[in-house]
């Protein structure tokens, strides 16, 4: 099968400012590749940096050198060196994430914010409110609340409306971050149908998956992530810290 | 939606100096139609000045501000101050932070949306009055306060309505100062959404400038944070803000009040 992301070399270190300037060392020389139709999940302890490596593959972290190519568009682009208005195209059509927090505008209804992203997409807003609604039922979200902002709703229920939005578009590449963290088993069983139909429309997935059950029910095999190092700040570090 | 793409706006090393204080020191980016750019800092890191000197109030020291027209770019500094005042009025729009300042607060709300279409040439009563109707609603005022003067508006109705005589005569570059600056927290969450639905539907290049990170995150797309006159981080805005690098960011960033 197609390769959809191809990971080489991706390196990330964070350098605390606020704290003396305590290194951490992520990751190191990551490679991986992912295929259409095919789910992969990141696996190692809490700490391991399996989140970092997630929320790299999105851009929202930047790593430190390496690559992950990107097929967008018929083209592979490295997301690493993307200009910010590519990042933002890719991140409309190319690549879905969904995060463990949902974080909206206030005030705007539960239906707007899951329609949302196939709305930018240029999809008739009739349509694009059509499937927000059948993912909203499929997840057990009660229709008087469709109306609401769903800032007020419990952990759970933003989790799931948090899911529906990232399911709106029929992304290539599709990112969890721990998606059934708070679910019911009911809830949790329609996740996975909803990750394994995305398989099979040939979306290449990276999850990060907790739940034992789950794991087995939609990932293809497990990609270890490593301890991360923590290191004492470097003397040039703190002499740029002291400066500033 | 329209497509995002065409460059509106090029900055290339602009610096300019208040006596012996630096206000903006070698600030270069561009924007993009469909972008909205979010400048934050603190008081006094510029970001104010350089917005008025996109706007064409303020006249750098050195440095080029070219905007696209539609097929021409105009470099906003060396063109004469006649051409210039012609020019700014039609492409670009400044948002000011009190609506008092973008307003003209002795004629009605209809005619504050008509004025700047009338000196774009727009004569016609009754597709002016149609226009500005329209707008009112896109900016969800009541269309029976067309007559009303906006000085018995509150102020978020008054920011809405500035918004509206901004955007009426579709300018490619919207510039706005702490646009939700003066209001209250449940007023800012509406102009926030609003502001978002407008650039997403005309497509509009966006600079907005503002101290407060949440407004930043919800609303742009790329961030510059400024310290001094200088740009000293930029990036999509999520990555500034999730991952950032340099100390200074890493503060205001640590800064932020979680409610």
Not at chain 1, 31 to 37: M, Q
Not at chain 2, 202 to 228: C, E, N
Request: charged share 25%; glycine share 8%; aromatic share 4%.
């Amino acid at each position: 099968m197609t390769i959809l992301v191809s990971v080489s070399g991706l390196s990330k270190t964070f350098t605390l400012h606020t704290q003396g300037g305590t290194e951490i060392d992520v990751f190191d020389s990551i490679s991986l590749d992912v295929r259409a139709g095919e789910c992969v999940c990141l696996h190692g302890p809490s700490g391991a940096g399996k989140s970092t490596l997630l929320r790299s593959l999105y851009a929202n972290y930047k790593p430190d050198a390496g690559r992950i190519a990107v097929q967008h568009d018929g083209e592979s682009i490295d997301l690493v060196s993307a200009e910010p208005w590519e990042v933002v195209d890719m991140r409309r059509r190319t690549i879905g994430y969904v995060s463990q927090f949902l974080r909206v505008i206030p005030r705007v209804s539960t239906l707007d914010i899951v329609a949302e992203p196939a709305i930018v997409n240029g999809v008739p807003s009739e349509a694009a409110y059509a499937t927000g609604r059948t993912l909203l039922s499929r997840l057990r979200i009660p229709e008087r609340l469709w109306s609401l902002a769903p800032a007020t709703f419990s952990g759970g229920e933003q989790q799931r409306v948090n899911i529906a939005r990232g399911f709106m578009v029929r992304y290539p590449v599709l990112l969890l971050d721990e998606p059934t963290a708070s679910l019911d088993a009911a809830n949790r069983q329609t996740v996975v149908e909803l990750i394994n139909e995305a398989k099979s429309r040939g979306a290449a997935i990276v999850g990060i998956f907790h739940d034992e059950e789950v794991r087995e029910a939609v990932a293809d095999r497990l990609f270890e992530v490593g301890q991360s190092l923590v290191r004492k700040p470097r003397r040039s570090t703190a002499a740029r810290e002291a400066a500033a | 939606m329209k497509p995002r793409g065409r460059e509106v706006l090029r900055v290339k090393r602009l610096f300019k100096t208040f006596g012996s204080v630096p206000a903006c020191r070698a600030v270069s980016f561009s924007l993009r139609q469909g972008e909205v750019l979010g400048i934050v800092g603190e008081s006094g890191s510029g970001k104010s000045t350089l917005l008025r000197c996109l706007a064409g109030r303020i006249q750098p020291d050195d440095g080029t501000v070219l905007i696209a027209s539609d097929d021409y770019v105009v470099d906003l500094w060396a063109m004469d101050e006649a051409s210039r005042e012609q020019f700014v009025p039609t492409t670009v729009s400044l948002i000011h932070q009190n609506p008092r300042d973008g307003l003209r607060l002795e004629i009605s709300a209809g005619g504050n949306i008509a004025e700047p279409l009338m000196a774009a040439g727009g004569r016609h009563y009754g597709s002016l009055r149609a226009t500005a109707l329209e707008w009112l609603e896109k900016v969800d005022i009541d269309g029976r306060r067309i007559d009303d003067l906006p000085e018995v508006f509150s102020g978020g109705m008054q920011q809405r309505l500035q918004i509206a005589r901004g955007l009426a005569t579709h300018p490619r570059l919207v510039l706005m100062d702490e646009p939700t600056g003066g209001l209250d927290v449940s007023v800012q969450a509406k102009l926030l959404d609003l502001l978002r639905s407008l650039v997403l539907e005309l497509g509009i290049a966006v600079v907005v400038v503002t101290h407060d990170i949440g407004v930043a995150r919800l609303l742009a797309d790329r961030l510059m944070v400024m310290q001094r006159g200088r740009v000293i981080e930029e990036g999509l805005t999520d990555q500034v803000l999730d991952d950032p690098h340099h100390p200074y960011t890493q503060l205001l960033v640590s800064s932020v009040l979680h409610v």
